[in-house]
């Protein structure tokens, strides 16, 4: 089915908003649309057996045997519907059509009848009746043929995402949150799946994915149709988890169509309510939504940070409020499978980040500490860079991480970077904010590249030698050591000194106060060099005055802070012994991983202030992966020649012009 196709029954079922139009807010069509459209494919697809399961539920209409079983046999699926009413009897007899719908949809087995609920249907059936729309609505949606045949599951999927992404810009929300391209999923599985191929061929193969943010599903079944199309005897179970419910439910809806356990999609968050606790699957994959905050689960994600620690799932660190990207990679790489002694076992996890989950969070930081625990556990294998203007709702730069706890025995401790941002081509008409798109030709050079990384790297003659880089772990970490310099200070009495001695609340306190700022005053214009010449000299014109000497610690910082100025040439100030460090001239440098930071120091900061050191009691260990930097190339600009000759000639162009509007 070609993608026009699917824009005309898109299309059908979004006709029905000219009659909601008036009854009901345009972000409120969506409420109505979905859930009849997901009704409608259950009933094509049932179509088939809905005579035979109604005769057996009529059996057992008056037995105390559950004939659930024999129904389930009956249709075919993992669901049906007891009822003999389609929406087609039912659009017939306007008058009773609240009543026969409701009496239809109570006749769905009880997985089924629960997706509908998500979308709160019964509401909506009441609105429609009373607005006098019930009976027209339903009509519309008889004439809309899905059955399988005609539009099978993978094309389905199709329509549900066009007419989630309708709704979505109708009500403002954002499309990115729902569903991903198809043609990244089709790359991100298959970057995902590539080194297993053959382990995937073995007879009696069986793999368990998980989509931890799975929205309509289209992930899971896309791995589902790669890993049967590698070997179609496998067996793949699905599961995943959404917090939207209408995303809920059609992901639901399709996997019961799909034969898939519904019951293995879960509902709620992911962080504050895990529906697959002590769980641990084969493969993972996601696009959590960008730089959304995990405020409402504040409580419960700190809890477990703090009471569970690294026996929890989110032990390494917590990022920063606004945005949950790195919860969710903690909380797949929480359900690995562990690697058995024989090197069997293990997952594989792909998952979509912007740019800030790279590089976001100084050293220390809980963002830095979960891409160092990440790193050090030798769980990266890749970063993929992908295309701008790539997806629905944001035309930001985006990126595969590939995270694995079974790397191959020359992928051990290095991460490859493969840029990919020139794999794409122009779409004819554009869709929210995505404008580019992937070919075949192009997920096949990315996977192909990827697949042959190392070798790619180490050939410098290769022609896409530019576009792969492979590192050691330890290359992305650094210690960010803080750089400090001595306090230098002068001593004197000015306007300046006075005012900061009537401005501070430790010498006002003192009841010599008065005493203190006449004494002071006495010695206007003084200054001295170090500062037992001028406390010797202030505390003198302090008696002088007929006042007390004040003493303590609180008393000396105070007045240090009133007569002391900073000055190059001034004396170092100490403690101790120990030069006093200046917080105004205090700096923070970044050093590798594996560098000396003494000679680091000596060869960087001490041609330039040679009284630095390093105070190493604040040395914090961070990583980042400036992916950009790697793969920057130096353009040099154009010649200034060529800029002059350019100008002269737009200069010429204008007065050619003007020529002819003043003839």
Not at 496 to 516: C, F, M, R
Request: aromatic content about 8%; proline content about 5%.
């Amino acid at each position: 089915m070609n993608s026009s196709k699917h824009t005309e029954l898109a299309n059908h079922a979004w006709s029905v908003a000219d009659l909601l139009r008036g009854d009901y807010k345009q972000s409120d069509y969506g409420k109505v649309i979905l859930p009849f459209t997901v009704l409608r494919r259950l009933e094509c697809v049932l179509e088939p057996t809905r005579e035979k399961v109604a005769e057996i539920a009529g059996q057992y209409k008056d037995s105390d045997i559950d004939p659930d079983r024999f129904l389930r046999r009956a249709s075919g699926h993992a669901f049906y519907n007891r009822s003999s009413l389609t929406l087609k009897k039912i659009a017939a007899d306007p008058q009773n059509a609240a009543k026969n719908l409701a009496v239809y949809v109570g006749a769905f087995s009880d997985n089924a009848r629960g997706v509908l609920d998500r979308f709160e249907f019964a509401q909506q059936i009441k609105r429609l009746d009373s607005a006098g729309l019930l009976y027209q609505v339903i009509g519309e949606f008889t004439d809309l043929d899905l059955r399988p045949e005609v539009v099978p599951n993978h094309n389905m999927g199709y329509i549900f995402e066009e007419l989630i992404r309708r709704f979505s810009e109708q009500s403002n929300e954002t499309a990115g949150e729902h569903f991903t391209p198809r043609e990244v999923i089709q790359l991100m599985v298959r970057l995902l799946v590539a080194p297993d191929g053959d382990a995937l061929q073995l007879p009696g193969a069986v793999r368990t994915v998980l989509d931890p943010a799975c929205g309509t599903g289209g992930m899971l079944s896309a791995m589902d149709d790669l890993i049967t199309e590698l070997n179609p005897d496998a067996t793949v179970e699905v599961y995943g988890q959404e917090l939207n419910p209408e995303s809920w439910a059609i992901c639901r809806s399709d996997l019961m169509i799909k034969g898939q356990d519904p019951e293995n999609i879960a509902f709620g968050n992911s962080f504050s309510d895990d529906g697959h606790k002590r769980k641990t699957f084969d493969y993972m994959l996601a696009n959590p939504p960008f730089g959304v905050e995990w405020k409402k689960v504040k409580d419960e994600v700190e809890a477990e940070h703090k009471e569970l620690g690294e026996a929890g799932r989110f032990g390494a660190g917590l990022p920063r409020i606004n945005d949950g990207s790195l919860l969710f990679l903690q909380h797949m790489i929480d359900k690995m499978k562990p690697v058995d002694v024989n090197g069997g076992g293990g997952s594989r996890i792909a998952i979509v980040f912007n740019g800030s989950p790279l590089f976001t969070g100084a050293a220390g930081s809980g963002e830095s500490e979960i891409r160092r625990w990440i790193l050090e556990n030798d769980w990266l294998e890749g970063i993929v860079a992908l295309p701008d203007q790539l997806f629905y709702n944001t035309g930001i730069s985006t990126y595969f991480w590939i995270l694995t706890n079974r790397k191959s025995p020359d992928h051990k401790g290095k991460v490859v970077l493969l840029d990919a941002r020139d794999q794409w081509q122009k779409m004819r008409k554009s869709l929210g904010d995505k404008r580019k798109h992937l070919g075949a030709d192009h997920i096949a050079t990315v996977v192909k590249l990827y697949g042959e990384a190392l070798a790619v790297a180490g050939d410098a003659e290769h022609p896409l030698h530019g576009k792969v880089k492979v590192f050691w772990n330890e290359d992305f970490g650094y210690q960010r050591i803080t750089v400090e310099r001595p306090l230098k200070l002068r001593f004197e009495i000015s306007e300046e000194t006075l005012g900061a001695l009537e401005a501070s609340k430790v010498i006002q306190k003192l009841p010599q106060a008065p005493v203190l700022a006449d004494a002071f005053k006495s010695l206007m214009g003084a200054s001295w060099g170090t500062k037992q010449e001028a406390w010797l000299t202030l505390k003198d014109a302090v008696v002088r005055a007929g006042g007390t000497w004040p003493t303590g610690a609180p008393f000396n910082k105070a007045l240090r802070e009133v007569v002391g100025v900073r000055d190059p040439e001034g004396e170092v100030q100490r403690v101790k012994g120990e030069p006093e460090p200046d917080a105004e001239l205090r700096d923070f440098e970044n050093v590798s991983l594996g560098e000396d930071v003494e000679e680091y120091l000596a060869r960087e900061v001490h041609p330039h202030v040679p009284d630095a050191w390093i105070d190493h009691s604040k040395t914090k260990v961070g990583y980042e992966i400036p992916f950009t930097r790697h793969f920057y190339v130096y353009e040099p600009p154009r010649p200034l020649a060529e800029i002059d000759a350019d100008l002269k000639a737009l200069e010429a162009e204008i007065q050619e012009l003007l020529g002819e509007v003043t003839e």
